[in-house]
């Protein structure tokens, strides 16, 4: 093998005796680049011996490809050398052992490159949930543990030549999740309407249990509605909480099986105490400050007949000399 950044090829005569080598040409079955000529005379023994050469760039398309050099006239050629060409990482890949991953799991990271001398050390770019941070290693594979869903990772190869990244892989997350507080059940009084939602990937199948069995009547037929990730499953039952048991949601896809009880609320419309004891407040405040306007109205108005009522009935005295 020969490491270089440059192949030289040489072909040389004795002048007196031959002509010249006209210039020679380096051949490995492929076409090579326009390289650089150059003709030197040197002195060896009695005779003078020209020397014709071509120098070409090495690229690392030639690595691990056998050369050889001959003279333009094809009269001479030399022995077959194998080039070893050094260049820093290329077409730098990360790839994941499973296409899927369940959420919380372990992922096995590895960094793929060609280079030549290999890799020294590995510099990765993790993305896991809300978290980012970086991780150094010299080995080409790394362990992830816990990961979360929005999970992404690029890795960087270096050697003694340079480096080369590559770009950021998604990793497909699997889980179930049901949400709360919107997943519940309304209790009217005569009938129980429950609804769960659930976001999870790949797509759930929901079912429902009532107390403790996932026996319900063959009227009953769930209205299941699917958008992307998430799935929402109504049930309404004639009759009170008291009759039907517990209602859990049963959430189930290829990975992971999740059940959730659900909250029970009063059917009644009713406000919330942060919105309607504000408005209470001062519900009162005007009543209480409109009765207190009334009640010095009244009086005031009273108080008016009473004068009203004594200046028509004073008597009037006349005063005679």
């Known amino acids: 093998m020969y490491l270089a950044k440059r192949v030289l090829c040489s072909a040389s005569a004795a002048v007196s005796s031959t002509p010249a080598p006209r210039s020679p040409a380096i051949e490995s079955g492929e076409a090579w680049p326009e390289g650089q000529h150059g003709v030197s005379t040197q002195r060896a023994a009695e005779l003078w ?3 014709s050469t071509v120098t070409v760039t090495a690229a690392r398309s030639q690595h691990g490809k056998q050369v050889h050099c001959r003279t333009g006239d094809m009269s001479t050629e030399s022995e077959s050398l194998t080039l070893d060409i050094a260049f820093a990482p290329i077409d730098v890949k990360t790839s994941t052992e499973s296409p899927i991953i369940a959420e919380h799991g372990n992922i096995n990271l590895t960094c793929n490159s060609m280079s030549n001398p290999e890799p020294e050390r590995y510099e990765w770019l993790i993305t896991n949930g809300s978290r980012h941070f970086q991780l150094n290693s010299s080995r080409e594979t790394i362990t992830i543990t816990d990961v979360q869903r929005d999970f992404s990772a690029a890795c960087i190869a270096h050697n003694a030549i340079g480096a080369g990244q590559s770009t950021k892989t998604s990793v497909d997350v699997a889980f179930v999740s049901i949400m709360v507080p919107e997943s519940s059940c309304s209790d009217t009084g005569r009938m129980l309407r429950c609804l769960c939602q659930v976001e999870a990937n790949p797509v759930a199948t929901v079912t429902w249990m009532f107390n403790g069995s996932s026996n319900i009547s063959a009227s ?17 039952l004639e009759g009170r909480l008291a ?8 959430a ?9 009880q659900m909250a029970v609320q009063d059917g009644k419309i009713s406000l919330p105490l942060p919105v309607s004891f504000p408005w209470i407040i001062l519900a009162c405040a005007f009543g209480f400050f409109g009765l207190c306007g009334l009640i010095c109205f009244c009086r005031y108005t009273t108080k008016r007949k ?10 009037k005295i006349n005063r005679q000399r």
């Open 49 to 51: 011996v020209e020397v």
């Open 243 to 250: 009759e039907h048991g517990p209602a859990v949601c049963v």
């Open 306 to 315: 009473s004068k009203s009522s004594d200046g028509a009935t004073s008597p």
């Open 220 to 236: 009953v037929i769930p209205a299941v509605t699917t958008t992307g990730d998430l799935t929402s499953s109504e049930v309404v």
């Open 252 to 260: 189930k896809n290829s990975y992971r099986t999740v059940k959730q």
